[in-house]
């Protein structure tokens, strides 16, 4: 687990740390090249490598799924509004499912070649997630607008609304297309909970729970997503903890 949130953090920062895209360009090349050399048996002499090589050595993993997050994030910096909702899953496959399939290996040991699309559904899930507790935070530091602009055209919502924070029916319209979306992946992810290792049932079923109820928090907050960054409340938390815990004592 390790091994991979810190190859996951290593290509955030390549790309964070740079100041300008050919420099962002330069960083992702290189760390490419490191992963193909991991690839071919001959990572360089990095304790994140060598990590990694236990890793792999120890599960049945497969390579792809960190090629996708470098994809990824050359996505980031070559960031472009989707079009559709499609686009908008295609992008968070990049960066959030395939970090599902490279955990997979190691949380259904016997099962994870039948759970990629229960992998993928979690990760998609939690970007949309992201995507739509951050609406406001992302405009205004990052000046990036996730939401489809073929349904903010649909219905008359435009980027001046956008920066000014306005929450009405087309905004919340737009808002819940994609949260519906993201509820029904949550739901499709956690239909195949008891395929996956026993010892990570429990957490990867709080996990999402809680996750999930970042949505609910916007919806209790009014949509609000422009002046604060929503949370799931202590209180929620307990809620779903118990929740977790009554169908794991069944």
Request: glycine share 4%; with cysteine; net charge negative.
């Amino acid at each position: 687990m390790y091994a991979i949130y810190a190859f996951c953090r290593l290509a955030d920062d390549s790309i964070d740390e740079a100041e300008t895209k050919e420099q962002q360009a330069e960083a992702l090349a290189m760390l490419t090249s490191e992963l193909n050399r991991f690839e071919q048996g001959r990572e360089p002499d990095h304790p994140i490598w060598h990590a990694l090589r236990d890793v792999f050595s120890r599960f049945d993993m497969t390579i792809q799924p960190f090629y996708d997050q470098l994809k990824g994030q050359a996505m980031d910096y070559h960031f472009e509004q989707p079009s559709t909702l499609e686009e908008v899953e295609t992008y968070s496959y990049y960066v959030a499912g395939s970090v599902g399939l490279m955990l997979l290996p190691i949380i259904a040991t016997e099962n994870h070649q039948e759970l990629k699309e229960q992998a993928i559904a979690l990760g998609v899930a939690m970007q949309l997630t992201n995507i739509l507790r951050d609406v406001g935070e992302d405009y205004r530091e990052i000046h990036r607008i996730y939401l489809p602009s073929d349904l903010m055209k649909k219905l008359n919502y435009t980027e001046q609304n956008l920066s000014d924070g306005v929450i009405n029916e087309s905004f919340i319209s737009i808002w819940e297309t994609l949260a519906l979306r993201a509820e029904q992946l949550y739901l499709d992810f956690t239909k195949s909970l008891d395929l996956f290792d026993k010892d990570s049932q429990y957490p990867v079923a709080l996990s999402s729970k809680v996750y999930g109820g970042i949505l609910e928090a916007v919806r209790q907050n009014n949509y609000d997503c422009f002046s604060k960054r929503n949370k799931t409340s202590m209180i929620m938390k307990m809620r779903m903890l118990r929740e977790v815990k009554m169908q794991f004592d069944k």
